[in-house]
């Protein structure tokens, strides 16, 4: 069963940059998808970013371009750079891990089967 702890939040300012990490020390890390979601009160979560077991890379079109989402099988991380961040990008943001194996990673909230905690993004103007 995977177990997620999110870091790398904060404040910043418009234009700024961030690095959130998602530590998995569950096992099948490797073999896992594992996507990006951000909610603000009052709002549905939402999918920003995914990226397969192999690597490959899925976005929302409001981050394509700014962020980018990595992994590094040894250290069972998956991070997301975020770059010239924007005051609407202003969410907790959680990492998820697809546990019902499917084909290609989700960009719906029912894909996945294991949430971190989440932490807390804000930008302001």
């Known amino acids: 069963q995977a177990q997620l702890a999110e870091s790398g939040g904060g404040t910043v300012q418009a234009g700024g940059s961030l690095k959130l990490s998602c530590v998995n020390s569950g096992r099948a890390f490797s073999t896992s998808h594992t996507a990006w979601f951000r909610q603000v009160p009052g709002k549905e979560r939402e999918f920003v970013a995914a990226?397969?077991?192999?690597?490959?890379?899925t976005y929302d079109d409001s981050v394509k371009g700014r962020f980018t989402i990595s992994r590094d099988n040894g250290e069972k991380t998956v991070y997301l750079q975020m770059n010239s961040l924007k005051v609407e990008d202003t969410a907790i943001y959680y990492c998820?891990?697809?546990?019902?194996?499917?084909?290609?990673?989700?960009?719906?909230?029912?894909?996945?089967?294991?949430w971190g905690q989440g932490t807390q993004v804000t930008v302001y103007s």
């Open positions: 990226i397969s077991w192999s690597g490959g890379q």
């Open positions: 998820a891990v697809d546990t019902y194996r499917s084909l290609t990673p989700p960009r719906s909230t029912q894909g996945y089967g294991a």
